[in-house]
């Protein structure tokens, strides 16, 4: 069976084939054209598309994944004295700033809450900073986080959607793919929804709305919705609504906030609000003591504390129930000052800390409330009691609205910011903190393409990344084709960007059937075992989270003994855990702990490093260096290998060896282990070939090589080369002139099989830890990616790189002789700049390339790095005149020099 990723149903097996209307559909979104336009359809015929041109799709989205992905764009604004700005908190001055850290995420949510700031990344992780008080922050930790920080407990459970409270004491919610409900920080009044009032610095489930499908919640300021993107405000109780349109309520119920009719009543667990039973609520938002909601018959509700007239029935009366706001309810609004109408289909609503506001579909925002710090952005004082259109926003055209605890944004349907209300903490972006009484455009933001907003208690956030409904495909046109894809340097970016749709699409069907089949056991059978490296990894990515999280057991007490200075720490803890039940070790976060010297607890991941320089550096007898490094010779010289000595006696270390890659996997936290790409080939099930061997032991392929080729056997024997005879069961073949090809075969052939069966002990390992059906079609890459910690991405050792090199005949102040190193020449030197430079902004990929260039090895080796001037030569590529040793010609430009 030739199978490729032009499977029947996804797109035809032959050119002319019918292609189903799903993938005509996705790839006319990806082409950006319309029906009576030309659609490109190379990707459709096999006899021009071949399967290594998917090949090479595949390894660039991996590769350089950044070509694929639209780049986003995170701006914040306002208080960061707990560290709510993540990395920018130490130098904000008023300014909005980008952070870069929430950008790579490419996150899909930005919160801001009291204090905090809640993410959630594209593959449904969750990360925070700020304040950690109460646990808000969901780390495990009440201690202020300054730099983002991805929320362990639930590091394998994908989330959907996200909510963060404005005020109070700070509490979050998150829904899951499953539909169910976490949450987490201060759990006063119940508002945490787990029966008590306890509070909770990690997510916990909340096991009584664990049978419930939901639509979105909403927490103490902040609802999600499955379907719209929302932000609203809430101090001291949450909501949530059903996949049936169904409201539940909990927390504190003075003032009738829950609304369930007992006005002071608290619940600690979610209760359906039984107003609307029959009716299909669509929205809801919580304010500190008022709640809101929208029914699917554009009917907005209100109840709770009515001061100020927040409720917007045109009195300060507190209902214990939902209530009609009629004012929004008619078929059209009048302005008061001009009794203009205009349509009130409502869009959006939100709440503030004591103040409320919608959004209509024809663009415009009414508030009413408390007018404290001009949040009703009217421009003049008192208490609204009834909804008003906000005249200054008349001339534009608004998509949506966020109100903070005392701040409001808003934004135009050509992507321009407007803010108003409180800016004693410079939240409104204008770079000063003034009151501002009225909309006003915030110039910082014009031509940033701000697509989304979310205000928060004293901060803001606004990011770039379309909102659920807007997003079409996620799809990026390329900008030019990497040169080491060869097969497809000539086929042009629309045809790359239409077939790389159409293997997202192939892998989004396999990986959503592959639980139904036994892919490990009928792949090959079926002639399927070539699927795997035709898989975006992205794709496999989110479906192995998904899995994971169903195969999570609990964090457990189970704990291990070590003694002081140990010299093998993979062994003590191998004789204390190899017998144990490994669904005991599927903690997402810490499956177990270590105890120092009788007293002294530690968890699992601190070890780990020192565990993982012993195993390289010989202890327990599993690893070896590559014997390219051995020899100094090709590539991988740095990199380790399965040793080949008394395996036999080994094989319950190596499949142990396994279990601990598989708690790598499972709690996301690489490994210092700095495995041959060969290994995991081979513990993904795959097979070595010749280039594979090439790259752990090249004097092996040369000696086979001259062995085939055209020598005599004379010029052979002059070589004076070892040849150790090898075995074909009884029969004992050593080399000579009539054995050469038998003799080259039979060696070549026992040398890419020499680690199999310790591969396959570690891959059982894997699978006692990650028993999920995906793990069949995982590549090589895949694991290395998943296990071991990218070198040539380490940040420490590509830190001040430039200051550790030896660098000879640069001119410059005070030059050195010869050999010295002079930090005054590395900073003044323009070749020397633009060549640090670029590579300081390679990507991971190229770093490995550029080092494998350099030293033949995956990490850089900077302080055997030298770097010879040739001031005669200009615009020649870099040379390597030996290994670390770089000839630098005379560039002109900094262009010239990234080029060559």
């Not at 042009?492 to 592959?514: E, G």
Request: contains cysteine; aromatic residues 8%; hydrophobic residues 35%.
């Amino acid at each position: 069976m030739d199978l490729v990723p032009r499977f029947r149903d996804c797109c035809g097996n032959c050119p002319g084939s019918e292609v189903s209307k799903s993938t005509i559909e996705l790839i006319t979104a990806g082409q950006n054209v319309d029906e009576d336009s030309d659609l490109d359809m190379s990707w459709a015929d096999n006899s021009f598309w071949t399967k290594q041109m998917d090949r090479e799709l595949v390894a660039w989205t991996s590769e350089h994944p950044s070509d694929w992905s639209c780049p986003i764009d995170v701006y914040m604004a306002g208080c960061s004295q707990s560290g709510q700005l993540a990395e920018a908190t130490a130098a904000y001055k008023n300014i909005p700033v980008g952070i870069e850290s929430m950008a790579l995420l490419q996150p899909k949510q930005v919160l801001c809450g009291s204090m905090c700031t809640i993410v959630l990344a594209d593959d449904g992780s969750v990360h925070s900073c700020g304040k950690g008080e109460y646990g808000r922050l969901g780390t495990g930790s009440s201690d202020n986080q300054y730099t983002l920080m991805q929320l362990p407990s639930i590091q394998n459970v994908v989330m959907k959607q996200i909510a963060v409270s404005k005020g109070s004491y700070g509490h979050a919610l998150a829904i899951d793919e499953a539909g169910g409900i976490w949450s987490w920080g201060d759990g006063d009044y119940g508002k945490l929804g787990h029966g008590n009032t306890t509070q909770s610095n990690k997510p916990k489930l909340i096991e009584s709305m664990d049978e419930m499908l939901l639509l979105y919640l909403v927490d103490l300021n902040t609802a999600l919705v499955l379907h719209l993107m929302a932000n609203y405000s809430g101090f001291k109780h949450s909501a949530c609504i059903t996949s049936d349109g169904e409201l539940y309520t909990w927390g504190m119920g003075d003032y009738g906030r829950l609304g369930h009719g007992d006005s002071n009543d608290s619940h600690n667990a979610p209760k359906l609000v039984d107003r609307f039973a029959g009716q299909n609520v669509i929205q809801v938002s919580c304010g500190s003591s008022h709640t809101m909601a929208l029914t699917d018959d554009n009917t907005t509700w209100s109840w709770g504390d009515g001061d100020y007239g927040k409720l917007g029935h045109g009195d300060t009366n507190m209902k214990s129930t939902p209530t009609k706001i009629e004012m929004l309810s008619c078929n059209q609004i009048k302005k008061i000052d001009t009794g203009e109408e205009t349509c009130n289909q409502i869009k959006k609503i939100d709440t503030g800390e004591e103040f409320s506001l919608c959004l209509t579909e024809n663009g415009r925002v009414l508030t009413w409330g408390r007018f404290n710090s001009n949040v009703l952005g009217h421009g003049e004082d008192g208490h609204l009691h009834v909804p008003l259109i906000i005249n200054a926003l008349e001339e534009v055209h608004i998509i949506d609205v966020s109100a903070g605890a005392s701040h409001c944004l808003a934004l135009s349907d050509d992507y321009n910011v407007y803010a108003w209300g409180n800016n004693e903490e410079g939240q409104l972006g204008f770079g000063h903190k003034n009151a501002v009484t009225v909309p006003q455009l915030v110039e910082y933001f014009k031509n940033r393409n701000i697509r989304q907003i979310s205000a928060g208690s004293s901060h803001s956030s606004l990011w770039t990344t379309e909102t659920s409904e807007r997003k079409m495909v996620s799809l990026s046109l390329p900008s030019s084709i990497p040169k080491e894809y060869r097969n497809i340097q000539k086929i042009s970016l629309k045809s790359n960007n239409t077939s790389f749709a159409v293997l997202q699409r192939f892998s989004d069907m396999i990986l959503s059937n592959l639980q139904f089949c036994d892919f490990e056991e009928l792949g090959e059978s079926l002639g399927l075992d070539e699927i795997p490296e035709f898989l975006l990894s992205k794709s496999k990515r989110n479906v192995f989270r998904k899995q994971l999280s169903k195969t999570t057991f609990f964090d457990g007490d189970t704990t291990i003994q070590l003694d002081g200075c140990i010299d093998d720490i993979f062994t003590a803890t191998f004789l204390q855990l190899s017998t144990l039940d490994p669904k005991e070790l599927r903690g997402s976060f810490r499956p177990y702990k270590i105890r120092y010297d009788g007293d002294i607890v530690e968890e699992y991941d601190s070890i780990q490093e020192e565990c993982m320089d012993q195993l390289q550096a010989g202890s327990a007898g599993l690893l070896c260096r590559t014997q390219n490094g051995v020899n100094k010779k090709g590539l991988n010289q740095d990199v380790y290998i399965f040793s080949e000595d008394n395996i036999d006696s080994k094989s319950a270390k190596f499949r142990f060896l396994g279990r601990l890659l598989g708690i790598s996997i499972r709690t996301k936290l690489p490994l210092k282990l700095h495995l041959a790409y060969a290994a995991f080939k081979l513990i993904a099930g795959g097979s070595l070939d010749i280039n594979d061997l090439r790259d752990l032991d090249i004097c092996f392929v040369e000696k086979i090589e001259m062995i085939n080729s055209t020598l005599s056997w004379e010029e052979i024997c002059e070589k004076n080369l070892e040849f150790l005879p090898v075995t074909d069961g009884s029969i004992v073949i050593e080399l000579k002139s009539e054995t050469r090809k038998e003799y080259a075969d039979l060696a070549l052939a026992q040398r890419l099989k020499a680690w199999d069966r310790q591969a396959a002990w570690v891959r059982d390992g894997i699978k006692d830890i990650v028993p999920v059906p995906l793990f069949a079609v995982l590549t090589g890459k895949d694991l290395e990616e998943y296990i071991s910690m990218p070198l040539s991405a380490d940040s420490s050792i590509w830190e001040d790189l430039s200051k550790s090199c030896t660098v000879v005949d640069f001119p410059g102040p005070g030059t050195p002789e010869d050999g010295q190193k002079d930090s005054d020449i590395l900073h003044v030197h323009p070749v020397l700049q633009w060549f640090w430079d670029a590579v300081e902004k390679l990507t991971p990929y190229e770093k490995k390339l550029f080092c494998q260039f350099v030293a033949g090895t995956t990490r850089p080796l900077w302080d055997q790095l030298t770097i010879t001037f040739c001031p005669e030569t200009t615009n020649t590529p870099i040379t390597l005149r030996a290994p670390c040793s770089l000839l630098m010609p005379n560039f002109e430009t900094k262009y010239q020099l990234i080029e060559r």
